[in-house]
């Protein structure tokens, strides 16, 4: 097929696999709705050069990936799908750009697996359906690699400098410092094992520090020079605390990354227990290729695994090299009549089948929650399972439709291996679908929605918001919250990460301080009773394992 048309025809599925129904579901606490808030409140203060949340300094992320979002929240208003579509813009660049790199790297059937099973792997096809900002810097940090393996022995060795500085220089200001420490350590690793440059010169990577440098500079330099060093302090103290402490209970074991990719990038992650070291005979540029995306995925999989916290998108950077080696095992199995290992079938059959497990259980859940509850000690996971949401047993058929046809394909690869891993593919592609479409809001029903909607009533009311107990973003983004004016509401704490001192809403005051206007409260019905035994909190019902309060002025 004509080259040209596998562009087209890749674009325009992607379009249709992450482009619609954005905005089907409510935004995830807290990644998703935090983001948001951030553009969201840029929209409001029209100051577009710091990040904000509720209207004080946000130290935690740079503003690139909120800068997209607020440019897609001015073109389709503020809400879900503006804050999803970054991303998905993403997915249908990546799976391009997989498709290019894939074909440059080995051969036009490799790229076009390695698009294939990066869109049929249940996590990396979901992340295009999110709002949150690891797509995007993923993205650029694949980019930048793939400059870098240009650059060896290119006759545009210097172009390719440039561009792969520019693209860590944009992953710098999508998410951070981490961006230069991956890519540095992948560097190093890379050198060492070709003891030297070794057709590499030194000079290039001057040029690509350089370029790297002076694109973080568009940011990081107006932002010195107009409110000092206090940002650019606070927040390479806060990525530096997120490797050495356990940030809002995610200390995982160190085996947790392993886990996510495994059973999150399924089927690709299965075909990894393919590869024979003795059998990868490739050209140079191809073995390369190969290198580097052993190296990527080596250096972020340790390094997220010493990290103390430990959250399932961090890992999210091993897609790519996940799926590029599993997409040439898939490929050669195809082109040399290889046969696939029956360990990796049937690897393929355990984990396929926890996952229709799962999906199929979930009606189940639904429908007998009444004989589950009793089983349950949460009182606020009690309170979530007594959401009103309609299942019907009819809904078990996705996962036994899934379940057969994992069978059905694993069985049939030892004999028809390209016709089985297709039909995979699309099983794969089609059941995520399922999962985020059909699934997910129900899901969503259970955990949040009935927040979400108290916080919703309250948009545009000249009122205080507040959770009590617990940390969320929710209330200022679905409340459409303004700047306070009260110079009470604000005081000033300690924060356990990073920053010495943050501005935050003052608890204490809107509980027993003199009010000037009503203020709403929200928390789980787990710690409701420290909070019912405030006179002058007045309740005003629960619904889902959620309380409110109101406390008049």
């Known amino acids: 097929m004509a080259t040209r048309r596998i562009y087209f025809l890749i674009c325009i599925a992607a379009a249709i696999?992450?482009?619609?129904?954005?905005?089907?579901?409510?935004?995830?606490?807290?990644?998703?709705?935090?983001f948001a808030e951030c553009a969201r409140e840029m929209i409001v203060t029209k100051d577009y050069l710091r990040m904000q949340i509720d209207y004080m300094p946000f130290y935690e992320k740079p503003p690139l990936f909120i800068w997209l979002q607020v440019a897609c929240m001015s073109l389709f208003g503020v809400g879900e799908y503006a804050a999803r579509l970054p991303d998905a813009l993403t997915g249908i660049a990546t799976l391009l750009t997989l498709f290019w790199a894939g074909s440059k790297a080995r051969n036009q059937k490799t790229g076009i697996w390695w698009a294939v099973l990066y869109a049929a792997s249940w996590l990396p096809q979901i992340y295009f359906k999110s709002g949150i900002i690891d797509p995007v810097f993923n993205y650029f940090i694949l980019l930048a690699f793939i400059q870098v393996w240009l650059m060896k022995g290119g006759q545009k060795r210097l172009l390719h400098a440039a561009l792969g500085g520019l693209f860590i220089g944009l992953a710098v200001l999508t998410k951070g410092p981490v961006a230069i420490l991956v890519s540095g350590l992948a560097l190093?690793?890379?050198?060492l094992m070709q003891r030297g440059l070794k057709g590499y010169h030194w000079t290039d990577f001057l040029v690509?520090?350089?370029?790297?440098?002076l694109t973080m500079l568009l940011w990081f330099g107006p932002e010195a020079a107009l409110h000092g060093w206090t940002f650019l302090r606070e927040f390479i103290a806060y990525q530096a605390g997120l490797f050495g402490q356990n940030i809002a209970d995610h200390e995982e074991p160190w085996y947790y990354h392993p886990i996510v990719l495994l059973i999150g990038c399924f089927p690709a992650s299965l075909f990894l227990f393919q590869w024979r070291k003795k059998e990868q005979v490739e050209p140079p540029a191809a073995a390369d290729f190969m290198r580097w995306m052993w190296i990527l995925f080596w250096v972020v999989l340790i390094l997220f695994s010493i990290v103390k916290t430990k959250i399932v998108h961090y890992s999210s950077l091993c897609y790519y090299p996940l799926t590029y080696i599993?997409?040439?095992?898939?490929?050669r199995l195809i082109e040399d009549k290889r046969q696939i290992r029956r360990w990796v079938q049937f690897g393929l059959l355990l984990i396929g089948g926890l996952l229709a497990i799962a999906i199929l259980s979930l009606p189940l859940v639904g429908i007998y929650k009444s004989q589950i509850i009793p089983l349950i000690q949460d009182p606020f996971a009690?309170?979530?399972?007594?959401?009103?949401v309609h299942w019907s047993a009819a809904e078990c058929l996705f996962g036994g439709l899934y379940l057969l046809a994992i069978i059905y394909s694993v069985a049939l690869m030892r004999r028809h291996f390209r016709r089985a891993i297709l039909l995979l593919c699309i099983v794969q592609v089609l059941m995520i679908q399922v999962a985020v479409l059909h699934f997910s809001p129900k899901v969503e029903a259970y955990s949040q929605r009935a927040a979400i909607e108290f916080f919703q009533s309250l948009a545009g009311k000249?009122?205080?918001l507040h959770p009590l107990g617990y940390k969320s973003y929710a209330h200022l983004f679905y409340s459409r919250k303004l700047p306070s004016t009260n110079p009470s509401y604000y005081h000033r704490?300690?924060?356990?990460?990073?920053?010495?001192?943050?501005m935050e809403a003052n608890e204490a005051w809107l509980l027993s301080g003199p009010l000037d206007k009503p203020a709403y409260f929200i928390c789980k019905v787990s710690d409701a009773k420290h909070w019912r035994s405030l006179p002058q909190l007045h309740e005003l019902g629960a619904r889902n394992g959620f309380i409110f309060f109101v406390r008049w002025p």
Do not use: K, R
């Open 188 to 191: 190093l690793v890379f050198l």
């Open 382 to 388: 009690v309170g979530n399972l007594q959401a009103s």
């Open 462 to 464: 000249d009122v205080y």
């Open 17 to 34: 696999l992450f482009l619609p129904f954005l905005g089907h579901v409510h935004l995830f606490d807290w990644d998703e709705i935090n």
């Open 493 to 502: 704490v300690h924060s356990d990460v990073g920053a010495s001192t943050i």
């Open 326 to 331: 599993a997409a040439v095992q898939v490929t």
């Open 208 to 213: 690509m520090a350089a370029i790297g440098m």
